[in-house]
């Protein structure tokens, strides 16, 4: 078996060590090299000429000291560029191009120096090999620094946009500045028309709307989400042409479930109460179903969630009897009293919409009276019935 000489071998080192002596002039020429050949550095504003070049020379040392044969394992200058560009926002693969340029660049001035070394193109053939492995090397480590820096700035970035929208939901209990610092870092308006949205969360710190953001955006609306434990709660921008009802239809084709939207409001200062006002109007809807609840549009149902010990009160003090049925004949005959009172009390409606003779309904409702002792004939008996009904289905008492 022939004898393979250890790397990198005399030719190879000495070629190593003469690159080392211009290694000033290679990165000049590396410099122009890559800005030519990727047009996101050639642009120069996001990554200066500057910093491309003291990044290519921080690279260079790692290359050719390989190459020399000198023992180095500093892979921090490849991590140092991953880093640094991923905070710049330079897009991976124009990095990565950038450093197959470089492989290339210097693989040229190898051939030269060997030619003029000894003339020997077979000494260089080893050199080859090693210099395409330590490109791998350091494409490797700067992917990695890269992607782990990202990681970091988007946590950061959740972290500082949580902070701005905490102070618009839960107020500036400072001066007022850190609540326009916040509008300006959200891109919101100082001055406006908003309102709060806060839709139903299936689990504990989910998104109700995916991406909610990027899919109103889409449609020209501007507005900034977050996820808090039992809702995932927003604040919209609404205009002429984004009016009120525009954005609560695609809510209700977005969301899952429930969404609560508070009244409209002029100042990002009303923001906390608009917060209170959107958990009120969605803990009026049922869980399970999906729809926008406005909060000026259901004043009955928010008083009642707004004080759900008394509502739960009212509930047994009326329909007490009722819920002490047996489960079956319970929800008959609140059945029966839901879909009377949706059809404003027509019992031949309510008798049709229930697929039922109207002398069914009729009987069912003098039960429900005889039971409560409430009359569906009189004000105050309709009122409290309808309290109590009200109150049953949004505490999602059980039946």
């Known amino acids: 078996m022939a004898h393979v000489p250890a790397f990198p071998g005399p030719t190879v080192a000495a070629i190593g060590e003469r690159l080392f002596g211009r290694i000033d002039e290679l990165a000049d020429e590396l410099t122009a090299a890559i800005r030519a050949a990727e047009p996101f550095y050639d642009a120069g504003n996001v990554v200066p000429t500057a910093d491309l070049r003291s990044s290519i020379h921080d690279n260079l040392v790692y290359i050719l000291s390989r190459l020399a044969g000198r023992a180095t394992s500093d892979l921090g200058p490849p991590r140092a560029t991953g880093r640094r560009r991923a905070e710049q926002g330079a897009p991976l693969p124009a990095i990565l191009h950038s450093y197959r340029v470089a492989g290339t660049h210097i693989w040229s001035a190898i051939v030269e120096e060997g030619l003029g070394l000894d003339g020997n193109a077979e000494a260089l053939l080893p050199a080859a090999s090693e210099l395409w492995s330590i490109m791998d090397e350091l494409s490797s480590s700067v992917t990695d620094a890269y ?5 970091e700035l988007t946590r950061s970035h959740a972290q500082t946009r949580n902070a701005m929208l905490d102070v618009l939901l839960h107020g ?42 990027e899919a109103l955006r889409a449609r020209d609306i501007e507005s900034a989400w977050r996820v808090e434990i039992d809702a995932h709660v927003g604040v919209v921008v609404l205009t002429p042409r984004n009016t009120i009802d525009r954005l609560c239809a ?15 409001y002029h100042s990002l200062e009303q923001t906390p109460t608009a917060l209170r006002q959107a958990r009120l109007a969605y803990a009026t809807g049922a869980q399970t179903e999906r729809g926008v609840i406005r909060y000026e549009q259901v004043p009955i149902a928010v008083l009642l969630a707004s004080a759900p010990d008394a509502a739960a009160n009212v509930a047994h003090a009326v329909l007490g009897p009722v819920l002490a049925l047996p489960a079956q004949e319970c929800q008959l005959l609140l059945a029966t009293l839901r879909a009377w009172f949706a059809e404003d009390g027509a019992t031949s409606a309510a008798a049709a919409k229930l697929y039922l003779h109207r002398n069914t309904v009729r ?27 009200e109150a049953a289905r949004i505490l999602q008492i059980p039946m």
């Open 172 to 213: 500036d209990t400072g001066d007022g500045s850190r609540l326009w610092e916040s509008a300006a870092g959200l891109r919101l308006p100082r001055q406006g028309v908003f309102v709060v949205a806060a839709a139903h969360a299936e689990r504990l710190g989910a998104e109700s709307i995916p991406h909610a953001e």
């Open 147 to 151: 992607r782990e820096t990202v990681v």
């Open 250 to 264: 695609l809510l209700a084709d977005l969301a899952g479930g429930p969404v609560g939207v508070s009244e409209q």
């Open 363 to 389: 009987y069912r409702l003098r039960r429900v009276e005889e039971l409560t002792g409430r009359s569906l004939t009189r004000p105050n008996g309709i009122a409290e019935l309808h309290l109590a009904l």
